[in-house]
């Protein structure tokens, strides 16, 4: 179901109503529903994903499905360091009891429809099973024929075998269904998948590259990684699960983790992809208001938002 923006969302301190210099994101971000965009607006587009059915049915934390609009009142408060670029707020999707697999096509059309208006979608979830509508949205938009490459930073797989689909099986739905889609996971952890889940990631031709491992060699290993894939694909899209963050600096996530990643590799690792030159666009998922700790969690993900947006390489 589709919400409409919240515009009282978008509100904070005020140094300036002048000097754009001075500006917040709440100053500068519009709030408009999706029938109300101007023609070729060339934007970034804040689309809310409140879900978290398929949290729910992979066994986790529920209360994903507010994170969105919390992420949203945190990125109001930021200095706005994006440029000349607009930013607007065009709502949620909202999943409606059960049905995830039909708010997560409502969740593909509208980001095919952004991605048709020459914008950047900035899709806030929710659910890992954010994901997948946000894969729909994007392949809508390219067509059948071109490749397209997905990076995940996770410390899980989410390849489950599961009859039912839910947060862990997106990539193994979309990867049986899609044969020019890749997959590469950045920040995987052995105690976080079991070995039938590796096999399953070989067997599907995933690459991945373990937490520990990230930043070995000054990251140049992993830097040399994402050029070739991104190299192999004609778009990437990149998604960011932030349980794949050391559970100190993310508290509020479904799936808490202990040995996680620290929070400027996260960033370090955001700011190389997207300034690759074929990256459609971006999805932050599994922050949880209902177990974060005095907004932590999703403070940190308006804050690796906003990097993303700073760096994204925009046509």
């Known amino acids: 179901m589709y919400k409409l923006p919240i515009k009282d969302i978008w509100s904070g301190r005020i140094d300036s109503t002048e000097e ?55 990125l109001a408060k930021l200095p706005y360091h994006i440029g000349e670029v607009n930013t607007v707020d065009v709502g949620n999707i909202a999943c409606e009891g059960s049905e995830m697999e039909k708010a997560q096509e409502e969740l593909g059309g509208a980001v095919t429809a952004l991605l048709q208006n020459s914008g950047t979608p900035i899709i806030l979830g929710g659910g890992h099973e954010t994901l997948y509508g946000h894969y729909l949205g994007v392949r809508e938009y390219l067509g059948g024929d071109a490749t397209l490459g997905i990076i995940n930073i996770d410390a899980h797989f989410d390849m489950r075998h599961d009859q039912t689909p839910s947060s862990g099986t997106m990539f193994r739905q979309i990867l049986e269904q899609d044969e020019n889609a890749g997959y590469l996971c950045l920040g995987i952890q052995d105690f976080g998948n079991t070995k039938s889940l590796f096999e399953t990631a070989d067997a599907y031709g995933c690459i991945y590259i373990r937490e520990e491992s990230i930043e070995e060699n000054q990251f140049r290993d992993t830097f040399k990684a994402i050029d070739a894939f991104a190299e ?48 459609t666009s971006f999805d932050i998922a599994e922050v949880n208001p209902a177990v974060d700790e005095n907004n932590k969690t999703a403070t940190l993900a308006a804050l690796l938002v906003a990097e993303v947006m700073k760096k994204f390489n925009r046509k």
């Open 20 to 74: 754009k210099n001075s500006f917040r994101f709440h100053q500068t971000v519009a709030v408009k529903s999706l029938k109300e965009l101007a023609e070729n607006e060339n934007a970034f587009y804040f689309i809310g994903f409140e879900c978290d059915e398929g949290v729910r049915r992979n066994k986790g934390r529920i209360g994903a499905a507010k994170g969105p609009n919390e992420i949203k009142k945190a």
């Open 232 to 279: 192999k694909y004609d778009f990437i899209m990149l998604t960011l699960c932030t349980d794949s963050i050391v559970s100190s600096e993310a508290p509020g996530v479904s799936a808490p983790s202990p040995f996680g990643l620290e929070p400027k590799t996260v960033r370090k690792l955001l700011r190389y992809i997207v300034s690759k030159e074929n990256i």
